[in-house]
C-alpha cells in the first residue's frame, strides 16, 4: 500500500498561482502513474493533470496550459503548478498513485488538500 500525503493548498486571487506536492512513500514500487484530481461540494471528482512513470502527460481542457504536472521519481514526489488561477478552480484537490494511466481500484489516494480562489 501506498500513503500519499498533499501540501501546498490555500487562498489565492483569481489570476494568481499556488503549487501543491504529493509525497509517496511505502510500497511505492508499483506506482506508474500519478495525478491530481478535484472535487467540489455536491460535484463529481474530476481529473485535472496526470503523469505516466515515463512522463506522458495529459490535461483537460479546462486546465490545459494553465496547470502543470510533473514528478520526481527518486524522491517519489509529484507537484502541480498552477497559474492564472479562476474562482471556478475552487476545490479540494487529491493525489492519486496507482499501476495504471487512468483510475482503477487498486489507486491509493491522498486525503486532500483545500484550494480556494477568491478575491
Known amino acids: 500500500q501506498v500513503q500519499l500525503v498533499e501540501s501546498g493548498g490555500g487562498l489565492v486571487q483569481p489570476g494568481g498561482s499556488l503549487s501543491l506536492s504529493c509525497a509517496a512513500s511505502?510500497?511505492?514500487?508499483?506506482?506508474?502513474?500519478m495525478g491530481w484530481y478535484r472535487q467540489d461540494p455536491g460535484k463529481e471528482r474530476e481529473l485535472v493533470a496526470v503523469i505516466s512513470d515515463r512522463d506522458v502527460t495529459y490535461y483537460p481542457d479546462s486546465v490545459k496550459g494553465r496547470f502543470t504536472i510533473s514528478r520526481d521519481n527518486n524522491e517519489n514526489t509529484v507537484h502541480l503548478q498552477m497559474n492564472s488561477l479562476k474562482p471556478e478552480d475552487t476545490a479540494v484537490y487529491y493525489c492519486?498513485?496507482?499501476?495504471?494511466?487512468?483510475?482503477?481500484?487498486?489507486?491509493?489516494w491522498g486525503e486532500g488538500t483545500q484550494v480556494t480562489v477568491s478575491s
Open positions: 511505502g510500497d511505492t514500487s508499483c506506482i506508474s502513474a
Open positions: 492519486r498513485a496507482g499501476p495504471d494511466y487512468w483510475p482503477s481500484a487498486a489507486d491509493d
